[in-house]
């Protein structure tokens, strides 16, 4: 059986007092959620870095092609709508992580979330690496949530990116989303209908003991400057803030699964 992790946080925590000491907590945990983001941002670079170059070489050797046979108007048109094609999917790749480097005002949207991970996906398998094979199943009829997407998208790659490092010799790692409708108090959520997002490795999992502590702020099981401890509780509290939750599932020799369950609501 595996051992289930789901915590609330209270609305206030008494290790810290109220007013400046409140408002230096609230600077802190916003410039450590900018630092994760710009972490994750990292890890993307050299994939995307890759993939941009992809890009970039067709983009010469379609030139090439056009410089050689300019009197050649089929071939220059076909060539010539190719280049475009490949601009317009660099121009999308950078935009998406400019997007995820900026701070975020935390403005909450209505977020199309099969688009998000479709979107998301061709990132993700830029930047795994060879090692973690990456599945994506999007269920249908997935509903539109009300929520911060660059916030949304960082930590999603958090998650995975947690996934990919939990598989020391590769292996299998699946996000799957779909809609779920809860109607009891499980996991601390109020009835009605949420985005389910699970992201599952086939790792060494965790014993009990880290389990526990899986959450916790600054807990990391990763050797020194390969993690900051804070991508599952800033998921936790991402999930939170937005009327949420994120539990984990785990057990020794059995991988990981982290869900996380967001309303399905659109912004007022």
Same mark, same amino acid.
Request: glycine share 8%; proline share 5%; with cysteine.
């Given at each position: 059986?595996?051992?289930?992790?789901?915590?609330?946080?209270?609305?206030?925590?008494?290790?810290?007092?109220g007013?400046?000491?409140?408002?230096?907590? *609230?600077?802190?945990? +916003?410039?450590?959620?900018?630092? /994760?983001?710009?972490?994750?941002?990292?890890?993307?670079?050299?994939?995307?870095?890759?993939?941009?170059?992809?890009?970039?070489?067709?983009? =010469?050797?379609?030139? /090439?092609?056009?410089?050689?046979?300019?009197?050649d108007?089929?071939?220059?048109?076909?060539?010539?709508?190719?280049?475009?094609?490949? !601009? +317009?999917?660099?121009?999308?790749i950078?935009?998406?992580?400019?997007?995820?480097?900026?701070?975020?005002?935390?403005?909450?949207?209505?977020?199309?979330?099969?688009?998000?991970?479709?979107?998301?996906?061709?990132?993700?398998?830029?930047?795994?690496?060879?090692?973690?094979?990456?599945?994506?199943?999007?269920?249908?009829?997935?509903?539109r949530?009300?929520?911060?997407?660059?916030?949304f /998208?960082?930590?999603? =790659?958090?998650?995975?990116?947690?996934?990919? *490092?939990?598989?020391?010799?590769?292996?299998?790692?699946? =996000?799957?989303?779909?809609?779920?409708?809860?109607?009891?108090?499980?996991?601390?959520?109020?009835?009605?209908?949420?985005?389910r997002v699970?992201?599952?490795?086939?790792?060494?999992?965790?014993?009990? /003991?880290?389990?526990?502590?899986?959450?916790?702020?600054?807990?990391?099981?990763?050797?020194?400057?390969?993690?900051?401890?804070?991508?599952?509780?800033?998921?936790?509290?991402?999930?939170?803030?937005?009327?949420?939750a994120?539990?984990?599932?785990? !057990?020794?020799?059995f991988?990981?699964?982290?869900?996380?369950?967001?309303?399905?609501?659109?912004?007022?």
């Amino acid at each position: 059986m595996r051992k289930v992790a789901s915590r609330k946080r209270a609305n206030s925590d008494p290790q810290f007092g109220g007013g400046d000491a409140v408002i230096e907590r *609230d600077q802190l945990v +916003a410039r450590l959620a900018q630092s /994760e983001k710009l972490a994750a941002v990292g890890e993307l670079a050299c994939g995307v870095a890759h993939d941009v170059n992809n890009i970039l070489q067709a983009v =010469i050797m379609g030139a /090439e092609i056009i410089r050689q046979r300019p009197d050649d108007t089929q071939l220059v048109e076909k060539t010539s709508k190719l280049l475009s094609l490949a !601009a +317009a999917r660099g121009t999308s790749i950078v935009r998406r992580v400019l997007s995820l480097s900026r701070p975020s005002d935390r403005c909450p949207q209505s977020v199309d979330t099969s688009v998000l991970l479709v979107e998301l996906s061709d990132l993700l398998v830029m930047s795994l690496g060879e090692g973690a094979k990456l599945t994506v199943k999007i269920g249908a009829d997935l509903p539109r949530v009300c929520l911060d997407r660059a916030e949304f /998208e960082t930590v999603l =790659i958090n998650l995975a990116i947690n996934g990919r *490092d939990a598989m020391e010799h590769g292996g299998a790692l699946i =996000i799957s989303a779909h809609r779920q409708t809860m109607d009891d108090a499980d996991v601390g959520l109020s009835p009605g209908d949420y985005l389910r997002v699970d992201v599952v490795d086939s790792g060494s999992g965790m014993d009990p /003991e880290t389990l526990s502590r899986a959450m916790e702020p600054f807990f990391t099981t990763k050797p020194p400057g390969k993690g900051t401890g804070l991508g599952l509780s800033m998921a936790r509290d991402f999930a939170e803030r937005f009327g949420g939750a994120l539990t984990i599932s785990s !057990a020794p020799s059995f991988g990981t699964t982290v869900t996380l369950r967001l309303p399905a609501a659109p912004c007022s």
